[in-house]
């Protein structure tokens, strides 16, 4: 562990940096959920302080504040190992939506202390360094999460560039639980749960793709790091293929219920080969989802151009065969 997060953690003052290590499979934390029970909940915290800092030094000719130009250096270095994205980037696009998708995009993940539930399982890790990212470069954490969640993606060789912005507020509150599909939710649930936040079954189908890069740890323990398709170092559309087939490494049980759906089911088949196709329909998903209770939208500064323009091919030849 870097001496850094180590002495951040010693001054913690909330528990997902407090402790490194704890046994999270030890927590016994029931998540009432949408996808057990039928009293649906609307999640929207109130708004805490914090979001991007006035007064900070912008970057010229674009209104991103400069600091997020030096973030972006600092992710690309935790992101891409060998010319293949790590583990730092499948849990830096995952706590993009979940940090967003029980409520608001708030930071309350981390702030919130909502790392330590269940349904954050193998997050808690990079909550932590979030949290030291957030001390270091004094920026918001609703932001920091987003920003995280965007550069993740480009970085993963083959990846899109999704628009980032920047302002949103904080906040500590911890969101309600029970909106994140557990691995066995049914699809008739997961379309609902979608619906009812605006998004389509396309961009369900669009959204769930971003398992092309993950690795399950909790699902099932005797499978641990197994990926959810055979190149989880990149973004690529094995995923839709390999998931259809039955021919990824390790693939939950809510996937492989999203093929089978009458009305998701077509629109995931659609990806399969279609590199270009997905990547369009992810980023008008993803961008919905970057903003899912956002109250001040049009407060918002676009940071895109602090992104990495992509991890190039030359990058990827240096991957191991099998992670290409
Ligand atoms: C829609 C239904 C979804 C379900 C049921 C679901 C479920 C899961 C589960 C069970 C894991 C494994 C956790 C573990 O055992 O380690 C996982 C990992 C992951 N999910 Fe999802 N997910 C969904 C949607 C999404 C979306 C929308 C995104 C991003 C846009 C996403 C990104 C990821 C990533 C990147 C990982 C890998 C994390 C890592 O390897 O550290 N998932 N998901
Ligand atoms: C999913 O698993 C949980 C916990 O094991 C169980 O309570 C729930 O009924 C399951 N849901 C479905 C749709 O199978």
Avoid at 74 to 91: E, H, P, Q
Avoid at 103 to 109: E, N
Avoid at 159 to 168: I, Y
Avoid at 211 to 234: C, E, L, M, W
């Amino acid at each position: 562990m870097h001496p850094f997060v180590l002495v951040h953690i010693l001054a913690a003052s909330t528990c997902c940096q407090a402790f490194a290590f704890p046994d999270v499979s030890s927590l016994n934390i029931f998540d009432r959920s949408i996808f057990s029970s039928r009293e649906a909940q609307s999640g929207v915290d109130g708004a805490g302080k914090g979001g991007t800092k006035n007064g900070q030094k912008q970057a010229q000719g674009s209104g991103c504040p400069a600091v997020w130009f030096d973030i972006s250096k600092d992710l690309t270095s935790r992101f891409l190992k060998k010319g293949v994205c790590t583990d730092d980037a499948r849990a830096a696009i995952r706590s993009s939506f979940h940090d967003c998708f029980d409520g608001a995009c708030d930071g309350s993940l981390v702030l919130g202390d909502e790392c330590f539930r269940s349904s954050n399982n193998g997050l808690l890790d990079w909550s932590m360094k979030l949290r030291a990212i957030k001390e270091q470069y004094n920026v918001g954490m609703a932001d920091l999460i987003q920003f995280a969640g965007a550069h993740a993606t480009v970085t993963c060789p083959k990846g899109p560039v999704v628009p980032v912005f920047v302002g949103r507020k904080d906040s500590y509150t911890p969101s309600k639980e029970g909106w994140l599909p557990p691995a066995n939710a049914t699809g008739d649930a997961l379309l609902k749960a979608f619906q009812s936040k605006g998004f389509t079954a396309t961009d369900l189908a669009a959204l769930i793709g971003a398992h092309t890069t993950a690795k399950q740890n909790f699902v099932n323990a005797q499978f641990a790091g197994y990926g959810q398709d055979s190149t989880p170092g990149i973004w690529d559309v094995n995923y839709y293929k390999e998931t259809i087939d039955g021919a990824a490494p390790f693939s939950f049980p809510a996937d492989k219920n999203l093929v089978k759906h009458p009305i998701v089911g077509p629109r995931f088949k659609e990806f399969v080969g279609k590199q270009q196709r997905w990547n369009t329909a992810y980023v008008a998903g993803f961008r919905k989802m970057s903003m899912l209770g956002v109250e001040n939208i049009d407060e918002l500064v676009d940071c895109t151009s602090a992104l990495p323009r992509g991890t190039r091919k030359r990058d990827i030849k240096a991957a191991p065969i099998g992670a290409r």
